[in-house]
C-alpha cells in the first residue's frame, strides 16, 4: 500500500505535532490513518515516515513513543527519519506510535517534561516528554478492570497502555484503534521486522532487555551475543503465550515479521528520583540509550541479511561509540 503525504482533516482534538526534520533519506510521509480512516483526525493519529529504497528486499517497521515518556527510543527513531538511507529494501518509522500520550505531562514523573532539549550552538530544538498512557481526556473514566480480547484481565487504566490493547479493535477505544491500525500497517506492507523501541526504570529487571518473539528468538540470540563483543550487553527474554497485548506477542503471532521489543533505563522511570535527568543522566545519557536501540536494529537488520531473511540496508545512521562522543544532538539535522 503506496503512503503518500495527506493533508490533515480536523475532527475534534487534532494530533499533536512535533519538530522532525527529515533528511534525504525519507521518501514519503504519511499518516497512520492512512491504514485506518476512521483515526483520521483524531488525536491518537501520528505521522508515518518511509525511507524507500526503490530496491527490492524486505520492509522494517520502527515503533518510537509507544509510551511517551521513554524519550531514548522516541529519539532513536527521529534519528532515523533524520539520518539514514535504505540502500536496499523498505524502512517504515514511527516516531511517536501513542500520539495522544504526548498531549500531557507523566503523572508518575512530574518534573520530567512537559519538553526536552537538545542545543547546537545558539539553536536549540524541543520534544514532547509525554505519558506511558492515553490522556485521560481522551479516554476516560477508567473503569475498575480492563479485559483483553484474549480474556486476560489488566487493572483497569491499563486500558490507555498501547502496549497492552493490541491487536486494537476497530470499533473499541481511542487506544485500541491506535493499535488496529498499526496492526493494519503491518500486515498491508508485509513487514518483515517490527522494532518497539521501549525504557523501563534503571533497576527494572527489564532494563537492557531485548524481548524476541518466538520466532525471531534465534535472530535475538545472535545479535545480543555479536553485540556484547563491543560492549553492548543485553539480556534476551523469548516473549511468552501469556503476553497476550503486548506488540512483541500479537505483532509476531498475526504476521511473518521478526517482532523485538527493546528496553534501555530511563532515570525517569525510577520510583523515588527526586529530579531526574532523562538527557544527560551522567551514567545513563540519551546518547547511550538511543545508541542501543540503533545498534540492536543494524545488528538484527544484517544478521537476518547473512541468514537469507529479506534484506533492509541501512546506512547513515552513527554507530554506538560515535554517538556517546558525538552526543546525540551532533546527529540531529539543524
Known amino acids: 500500500m503506496a503512503i503518500l503525504l495527506l493533508s490533515m482533516v480536523a475532527c475534534g482534538q487534532s494530533p499533536v505535532t512535533h519538530d522532525i526534520r527529515p533528511g534525504y533519506g525519507v521518501t514519503g510521509i504519511g499518516w497512520l490513518s492512512d491504514f485506518f480512516p476512521p483515526l483520521r483526525g483524531a488525536p491518537g493519529d501520528t505521522r508515518i515516515y518511509v525511507l524507500d529504497s526503490g530496491i527490492a528486499g524486505g520492509t522494517a517497521l520502527i515503533l518510537g513513543g509507544t509510551h511517551a515518556n521513554e524519550i531514548a527510543g522516541i529519539m532513536a527513531a527521529v534519528l532515523l527519519v533524520e539520518r539514514a538511507e535504505v540502500r536496499r529494501g523498505k524502512l517504515i518509522v514511527i516516531p511517536h506510535a501513542n500520539n495522544a500520550a504526548f498531549g500531557y505531562t507523566d503523572p508518575t514523573c512530574p518534573t520530567c517534561g512537559p519538553w526536552v532539549s537538545f542545543s547546537s550552538g545558539n539553536a536549540a530544538r524541543f520534544f514532547r516528554y509525554g505519558s506511558r498512557l492515553t490522556n485521560p481526556a481522551f479516554q476516560s473514566p477508567d473503569s475498575s478492570e480492563y479485559i483483553h480480547p484474549s480474556g486476560l484481565s489488566f487493572a483497569g487504566w491499563e486500558a490507555r497502555n498501547l502496549n497492552r490493547v493490541y491487536p486494537g479493535r476497530a470499533d473499541g477505544t481511542l487506544t485500541e484503534k491506535i493499535a488496529h491500525a498499526i496492526v493494519q500497517l503491518v500486515l498491508a506492507e508485509e513487514i518483515d521486522y517490527v522494532f518497539d523501541l521501549h525504557e523501563a526504570g534503571i533497576t527494572s529487571r527489564l532494563?537492557?532487555?531485548?524481548v524476541c518473539h518466538p520466532r525471531a528468538l534465534e535472530l535475538g540470540a545472535m545479535a545480543v551475543m555479536d553485540l556484547e563483543l563491543r560492549g553492548i550487553s543485553m539480556k534476551l527474554e523469548p516473549s511468552r503465550e501469556e503476553f497476550r497485548g503486548l506488540s512483541h506477542r500479537?505483532?509476531?503471532?498475526?504476521?511473518?515479521?521478526?517482532?523485538?521489543?527493546?528496553?534501555?533505563?530511563?532515570?525517569?522511570?525510577?520510583s523515588g528520583r527526586h529530579n531526574p535527568d532523562v538527557i544527560d543522566d551522567p551514567q545513563y545519557p540519551v546518547a547511550l540509550r538511543a545508541g542501543v536501540h540503533l545498534s540492536f536494529v543494524q545488528e538484527i537488520l544484517a544478521i537476518g541479511s547473512r541468514l537469507g531473511l529479506p534484506q533492509v540496508e541501512v546506512v547513515g545512521v552513527p554507530e554506538f561509540e560515535k554517538l556517546q562522543s558525538d552526543g546525540l544532538a551532533a546527529w540531529l539535522n539543524w
Do not use: R
Open 250 to 270: 500479537e505483532l509476531g503471532d498475526l504476521s511473518k515479521g521478526q517482532v523485538f521489543l527493546l528496553e534501555t533505563p530511563n532515570p525517569g522511570q525510577e
Open 207 to 210: 532494563a537492557y532487555t531485548l
